[in-house]
């Protein structure tokens, strides 16, 4: 743990283990109540010389911090993948994604403007400027380790505010790694804190109801996120919640179905299918079915996982025994109700893959909205393939969820495209595209998908208040 710029050691601690062997790789303090406190007062300290520091000397912070992310790709990288299991490649792929966060808001942080607005008085002036919001709280996943720490650490040290965070019980090796390039990148004493904690709620308790915090930013369950969110209601604490998905990924019958089947065998097993902007349902209209099925089936049979260490493993472990669970039970539940299983479908036990926690990567079609999978998020490596008929009817079962985060729509044609796209409801759309996100676009859900938007220009407005000041003169 860090507060107020000390290393805290002589505390209780709780292992950390690597989800593809069952290995102990590191123990870290486990923190409590008291240590959330200490987190949040040690905040509020360093709030007033934080927030009056120049906007110039806060963004030099987070480019140094940037330069050292960078120069520590490969370690990070590899603590990542012993530590949360996606293959050595994709946590590359997520050290560089945040450290463009950190690159994102060094520039943001001097674009944080005011404006004049004219008055219907001739006498008087308005004045608008936009300040740090204070304390903010926040709380993060396993599932994207050190990214999810920058896109919230970046904007809001960027804005002036200061921070206390929790990371995931399973990941906080990763997040100590961020809070030492922080600290190496000159980090004041006490503007950024890290609260381990092998016990998610007492810490969270602290976050939603101590007088000092002015913001909670989440990232994790929808569940956990509407009881933050109940929880900071009280004092009207500001919130942003990224939340849960239930991707749909529509293939209208105008698209190459050879080149849809390969973006859905990309995006749904990114992170062994751990993202919320996953694809859940996959809808293919019936006409190009079969060639479309031919080649995911073709594409997920060759998947090989195993230790994301070794180049070979395209698919990594789940993070628990739990995840494991969830996912099988989704699987059975399907094939009972009548899905056809086209592969996987089971843990993987064997070549060595006992002592962690492998599914196979799994290809279900048939499905239909009677099946739990349907409806519930998966977190794992299936793709569960809906046929469709008609434009209208995909529209409406796309949409008949409580989630709104991501959608992909794949056709090639550009007036379907534009009317498909405007009736989603959801906040992330991929048209012909696998990877809509980035540091400068806005990430977030509608609906139970959460509140608020992270990157691009609008992340950092989520830590800024908006002051007016109305001059007599
Ligand atoms: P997942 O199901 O993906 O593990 P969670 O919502 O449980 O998602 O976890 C996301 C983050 O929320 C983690 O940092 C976890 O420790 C934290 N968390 C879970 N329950 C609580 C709680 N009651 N109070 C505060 N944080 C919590």
Known sequence: MLINGEWLTDTPTFSVFNPATGEEIGHVADGTATDAMRAIDAASAALPAWVSETAYARSALLYRA?????????ELAEL????????????????????????????????????????????QRFLVQKQAVGVVAAVTPWNYPISMLTRKLGPALAAGCTVALKPAESTPLCAIAVFKILE?????????????????KPIGEVFCTHPAVRKLTFTGSTAVGKHLAQA????????????????????YDDADPVHAAKGVSLVKFLN???ACISPNRIFVQRRILDPFLETLQARVSGMQAGDGMDPANSIGPLINESAIEKVDRQVQDA????????????????NGLDQGCFYGATLLTDVTPEMVIYREETFGPVAAVVPFDDEDDVIAMANDTDYG??????????????????????????????????????????????????GAREGIEEYLETKLGGLSI
Request: with cysteine.
């Open 184 to 200: 190496e990148a000159g980090l004041p004493p006490g503007v950024a804190n890290l609260v381990t904690a092998s016990d998610p």
């Open 335 to 350: 094939i009972n109700h009548g899905a056809t299983l086209l592969a996987g479908g089971s843990r993987l036990t064997e």
């Open 232 to 251: 900071c209601a009280p004092q009207l604490k500001r919130v942003s919640m990224e939340l849960g998905g239930h991707a749909p990924f529509i293939v």
């Open 80 to 123: 990542m993948t012993k530590e949360q299991g996606k293959p050595l490649k994709a946590s590359m792929n997520e050290v560089k994604y945040a450290a463009d966060f950190l690159l994102w808001f060094a520039e943001e942080a001097k674009r944080v403007y005011g404006e004049t607005i004219p008055s219907a008085r001739s006498d």
């Open 405 to 454: 985060l991501a959608a992909y729509i794949y056709t090639q044609n550009l007036a379907r495209a534009l009317r498909t796209f405007e009736q989603l409801q959801f906040g992330i759309i991929g048209i012909n595209d696998i990877n809509p996100t980035s540091a400068a676009a806005p990430f977030g859900g509608m609906k139970e998908s959460g509140l608020g938007r992270e």
């Open 272 to 274: 062994t299918g751990q």
């Open 66 to 74: 940037h330069h050292l992310m960078l120069e520590r790709q490969h």
